[in-house]
């Protein structure tokens, strides 16, 4: 039987370990070919380290990788692909995924590419945009009426963002799922990795270990983590463990002098990405305090759910989606709120409760499978 093409069109699949979901999808079913259509090539300056990213093509009778060319291959908001219409005319795609945020220039090109080449193809949309969406120019207006009329489906990173577009009035379906997921073969708990990573970092077996992942800013909440863990009891054998770094790391030294908590504070800097979960499961509890501002507020939060697969519970600030991923109430403090945290921290027998399993909805497989129940209600 021929199998059907559902196009995935998106600049952060140049990162390979972004397309494990969609490699996936492509081993659940033999009715679709799972096309990834991924810019040839990339410079990414996501937090600041530029990087620059080369794409091959690949083919199996289930997935296929096409390396395209694009405009402004390091503006996630501009970029478009070139030769669009040609791909379409092609491949004549039942489904498109157009994982790209919602007033971005390669969109539009794309709504409009298909409605013109592959009339008979059922498109959707993904965001993060979970503050408000823009309409007080005409071009913002013009571009959220193509929106609306020209797409089929919408993907909200998280059920907040899907109730910010049906308040803005949204008409299409609208599907909450996340975007990358996470891999429980990469991220899962491991004892002996847990005693490497505690003894490089001469953690003692009873030391009480606070994890941070994550950029050393004050949006992070990493100054709030650090005056709660000034509040918990002297006698108590405790280590903070800042695994990352960022442009208010010597404040954030600073404060550690000042609060005279060096002894009790470690950071490893910059690590690189596949030594994560190892420090992940040195840790007994993580801690991700954002804060929100008028500009931005967490919008997912991914470290949640890695640490949770890797068996480690996770308290977060009720900023943006974090209450949402970590999945209950009892784990999560106004952000800000540092003694609130600190009673947090101190209540052991309460973080043992938390059930870390509950990160598998955010498994690369469950939403492999997620996806495959969206494309056959998209196609009815």
């Known amino acids: ?44 300056t996501w937090f600041g380290d530029k990087k620059t ?14 390396a395209v060319k694009t405009t402004h291959p390091s503006d996630w908001s501009r970029y478009r692909i070139e030769g669009l219409p040609a ?14 945020e919602e007033y971005s220039h390669g969109l539009h090109w794309t709504l409009l590419n298909t409605k013109l080449y592959s009339r008979k193809t059922k498109i959707g949309f993904f965001s993060w945009q979970n503050l408000k969406i823009p309409n007080d120019t005409i ?71 606070i994890g941070f992942v994550g950029r050393i800013v004050s949006l992070k909440g990493v100054f709030d983590l650090l005056a709660a863990v000034k509040l918990l009891p002297t006698d108590l054998d405790t280590k903070l463990v800042i695994v990352g770094d960022g442009d208010e790391r010597s404040a954030f030294g600073d404060k550690v002098r000042e609060l005279d908590l060096v ?37 997912f939060g991914l470290v949640i759910p890695q640490a949770q697969l890797c068996g480690i519970p996770v308290i977060g600030a009720d900023s943006g989606a974090i209450v949402e991923v970590v999945g209950d109430d009892r784990f999560i403090f106004p952000e800000g709120d540092e003694v609130a945290l600190s009673k947090l921290l101190i209540d052991r027998e309460n973080l043992k409760k938390q059930d870390t399993k509950k990160a598998l909805r955010y498994s690369v497989k469950q939403i ?6 969206i494309i056959e209600e998209v196609l009815k």
């Open 139 to 209: 071009t913002k207006k013009v571009r959220w009426y193509l929106l609306n009329g020209l797409s089929d489906f919408f993907l909200a990173g998280t059920n907040k963002i899907a109730e910010l577009f049906y308040a803005k009035g949204y008409t299409k379906k609208i599907y909450t799922q996340t975007e990358i997921g996470v891999d429980p073969k990469i991220f899962y708990p491991d004892l002996k990795k847990r005693d490497l990573v505690r003894e490089k970092l001469k953690l003692d077996k009873d030391c009480y270990t």
């Open 263 to 299: 002894d009790k504070v470690i950071i490893t800097g910059h690590i690189d990405q596949s030594e994560v979960p190892d420090y992940m499961r040195a840790f007994d509890v993580m801690v991700l305090p954002s804060r929100s501002t008028e500009d931005w507020t967490e919008q």
């Open 368 to 373: 492999a499978a997620d996806t495959l129940q």
């Open 53 to 66: 990213w080369s794409t091959q093509n690949y083919q199996s009778e289930a997935l296929e990788i096409v």
């Open 87 to 100: 791909l379409l005319k092609k491949y004549q795609p039942l489904v498109t995924f157009a994982m790209i």
């Open 1 to 44: 039987m021929k199998r059907s093409n559902i196009f995935v069109i998106s600049h952060a699949l140049v990162v390979p370990e972004n397309r494990k979901r969609w490699e996936e999808l492509a081993s659940l079913t033999n009715k679709y070919k799972i096309i990834l259509l991924i810019p040839e090539y990339w410079e990414s």
